[in-house]
């Protein structure tokens, strides 16, 4: 299994965070959607600190889809096109650390 670790935590102004350290592919993805899943009932959005994310495949990006009218995402340079190019960054705030 590819390592992947979801800390959560709290951004700036209470705002929900979760911070995303490895890659994220098909046989860990069920870390992110259960670390997004569980704030589902939170008001806002959710930060999601990518940051220290080095590989996203196209089974992370249809978790972030699935959320991806509540997140701002932290996306690190590397990651920047896959988000652009797959249309995420059209639904979702999408900045640079």
Not at 51 to 72: C, Q
Not at 86 to 94: M, R, T
Request: charged share 15%; glycine share 8%; net charge negative.
């Amino acid at each position: 299994m590819t390592p992947l670790t979801v800390t959560p935590g709290t951004g700036p102004g209470g705002t929900p965070l979760l911070i995303a350290t490895g890659e994220i592919d098909l046989a860990n993805v069920q870390v992110l959607a259960r670390a997004l899943e569980a704030l589902a009932d939170t008001a806002g959005t959710v930060v999601l600190d990518l940051t220290a994310v080095e590989y996203l495949d196209s089974a992370g990006l249809s978790v972030l889809f699935r959320h991806a009218e509540r997140l701002e995402i932290v996306a690190p340079p590397l990651l920047e096109p896959v988000l652009t190019y797959s249309g995420l960054a059209d639904l979702a705030v999408v900045r640079a650390p």
